[in-house]
C-alpha cells in the first residue's frame, strides 16, 4: 500500500496527510513541512520518494520511486 501511494504522489503531485497527527511541534526546533489530518496536499516538484518497512526478525526493505 505504502508503495502504491509512492507512485501515486510522484504521478499527481498529491501528498498525503498523517492522518493520526493533530498538532506539530514546532517549539521542539523540529521544522518539517508536515501536514495534520486526512487530507492531500499538491505538490508540483516531486522528483522522489521513498517507501522503507522493516519486519519482525530483521528484514527491511526499502523502494525508492524516481519520477522519468
Known sequence: M???VCAYAIK??????SATLKTAD???GCD???LPG???KDVTDIKVAISV???LGGQA???VFKKC
Open 2 to 4: 505504502e508503495a502504491a
Open 12 to 17: 499527481h503531485g498529491k501528498v498525503p496527510g
Open 26 to 28: 514546532v517549539e521542539g
Open 32 to 34: 518539517l513541512d508536515y
Open 38 to 40: 486526512g487530507g492531500a
Open 53 to 55: 518497512n522493516l519486519a
Open 61 to 63: 526493505t526499502c523502494l
